[in-house]
């Protein structure tokens, strides 16, 4: 099967894919694996699917990108590759490196002759997480999520447009390598700084924004479960109002079950000013954030949500 080629995703070699071949089906499956997808971020990871294009997902910290990858390689039945990017990552961390310390070795056992040393050999290299997905060596399609990728220089930002628009490599001491299976490509980016239209055009897009109450809710009900439904609701009904205030950091949902987790670890069954503000280092990450809910502000907030002591 050739780059471009349409049908339905479960001839393309993913061991969990038959029979997704509609958007809903992909809404579905997704709520399956724990992840609550609306129809138009379900329409972009179907597509992606389907014409195997790289999706770039954009938003917040915590609003569920990192998570869409992980949900998709359950769906798929694939094994996940991450890829983190940051500040200065090059080739050497992203695509491969050569083992020189063994190669060094060989070229000692070789010293008292033999047949021709090969130091470019299957078994001198050193696969990192893009090589890995691109010819991955149990021949296993993948996931690949390039996490966080605004973190990465314009330099590696040129070096993915290659991979991206031709499935294709190049190794200089091998040549280039061809992917006739490409893995399931999602990029995420907190928007740090721009990324450039090239590597943009060669991706679908979609932005993740915070959800509405009602999604959220579904959210903390699916993932949580034996939270109590009172103080689920009490939850998210102050996080929402907590993102109304001009903080430096708002919340994301990954914010938003790590408060809940933490509510239900004390045993709670509603919010009160005390619990609320013992606990709010699992919601806010800044001690200016922190500062701003001081005194009678949470009181105020917490009957702005509708929660009554």
Same mark, same amino acid.
């Given at each position: 099967m050739?780059?471009g080629a ?6 393309f070699g ?7 071949d509609?958007?809903?089906?992909m ?14 971020l379900a ?7 389907k ?5 770039l ?10 998570? &869409?990858?992980k949900?998709l390689? %359950?769906? =798929?039945?694939?094994? /996940?590759v *991450?890829l983190?990017? +940051?500040e200065?990552? @090059?080739?050497?961390q ?5 083992n ?13 002759g ?5 130091l ?7 696969r990192?997480?893009?090589l890995?997905?691109l010819?991955p ?16 220089d314009d330099?590696?930002?040129a ?7 031709d499935?294709?490599v ?6 280039t ?5 490409p893995?399931?490509?999602? &990029?995420?980016?907190?928007?740090? %700084?721009e =990324?450039h239209?090239? /590597?943009? *055009?060669?991706?679908? +897009?979609?932005?993740i @924004?915070?959800p509405?109450?009602?999604?959220e809710?579904?959210?903390v ?8 439904a ?7 009904s ?11 950091k ?5 914010e938003?079950?790590d408060?809940?987790a933490a509510l239900?670890a ?7 000013p005390?619990?609320v503000?013992a606990?709010?280092g699992?919601l ?5 954030d922190?500062?701003?809910?001081s005194?009678t502000r ?12």
């Open positions: 050739g780059r349409v049908g339905a995703p479960g001839e993913w061991p969990e894919a038959q029979g997704l509609s958007v809903e089906e809404r579905s499956r997704l709520a399956a694996a724990s992840y609550l997808a609306d129809p138009a329409t972009a990871a179907y597509l992606g699917l014409l195997e294009r790289p999706v997902l954009e938003g917040e910290a915590g609003v569920g990108k990192t998570e &869409l990858a949900a390689a %359950r769906v =798929l039945g694939a094994p /996940l *991450r983190q990017c +940051y200065g990552i @090059d080739v050497s992203a695509l491969y490196e050569w020189h310390a063994r190669q060094l070795l060989a070229i000692r056992q070789h010293e008292g033999g047949p021709d040393l090969d470019y050999a299957d078994r001198f290299l050193i990192r997480p893009l890995e997905a010819d060596a149990d021949g296993r399609r993948r996931v690949l999520l390039i996490d966080e990728v605004d973190r990465s330099e590696f930002e070096f993915l447009l290659e991979m991206l628009s499935w294709q190049t190794i200089p001491e091998r040549g390598l061809s992917c006739e299976s893995p399931l490509v999602i &990029l995420t980016s907190n928007r740090t %700084r =990324l239209d090239a /590597l943009k *055009r060669r991706c679908l +897009y979609h932005w @924004d915070y509405g109450f009602d999604e809710l579904a959210i009900r699916l993932r949580l479960p034996e939270v109590p009172q103080l689920a609701d009490q939850v998210v102050f996080v929402q109002q907590l993102r109304s205030l001009q903080l430096y708002l919340p994301g949902v990954a938003t079950l408060w809940a239900l004390l045993e709670r069954h509603r919010l009160d005390e619990v503000a606990t709010l699992s806010l990450k800044y001690q200016e922190l500062a701003a809910l005194g949470v009181p105020e907030l917490l009957a702005e949500a509708g929660v009554r002591s």
